[in-house]
Nanobody, 119 residues
Framework: QVQLVESGGGLVQPGGSLRLSCAAS????????TSWHRQAPGKERELVAT????????NYADSVKGRFAISRDNAMNTVYLQMNSLQSEDTAVYYC????????????WGQGTQVTVSV
């Protein structure tokens, strides 16, 4: 069964850190472009960070550059999002996505994990 399961969300104070995990099953993440997205209440979902199939190339939204880091552990078939210097504006539900075009489009989403930054 193909599945993406996020974990690691929670409540953190401004300036704090969290590490989100996205564990894949039923397929191999290293064959996919994997990304983290977030959606705050009343806002559209936005792309936060991407790691490409080679595991080396990454991209970040301007709002998180220098604070967030995406990485992938092939042995664990898991992608991580290390979030530092968290701000209230980072409060959102964070979703993991894995996408690949190989004869057809494969596009998988996790169920999301809530991150709340508040005093």
């Amino acid at each position: 069964q193909v599945q993406l399961v996020e974990s690691g969300g929670g409540l953190v104070q401004p300036g704090g850190s969290l590490r989100l995990s996205c564990a894949a099953s039923g397929f191999t993440l290293r064959d996919y472009i994997t990304s983290w997205h977030r959606q705050a209440p009343g806002k559209e979902r936005e792309l936060v960070a991407t790691v490409y199939a080679n595991g080396q190339n990454t991209n970040y939204a301007d709002s998180v550059k220098g604070r967030f880091a995406i990485s992938r552990d092939n042995a664990m078939n898991t992608v991580y999002l290390q979030m530092n210097s968290l701000q209230s504006e980072d409060t959102a539900v964070y979703y993991c996505n894995a996408r690949r075009r190989h004869f057809q489009l494969y596009d998988y989403w996790g169920q999301g994990t809530q991150v709340t930054v508040s005093v």
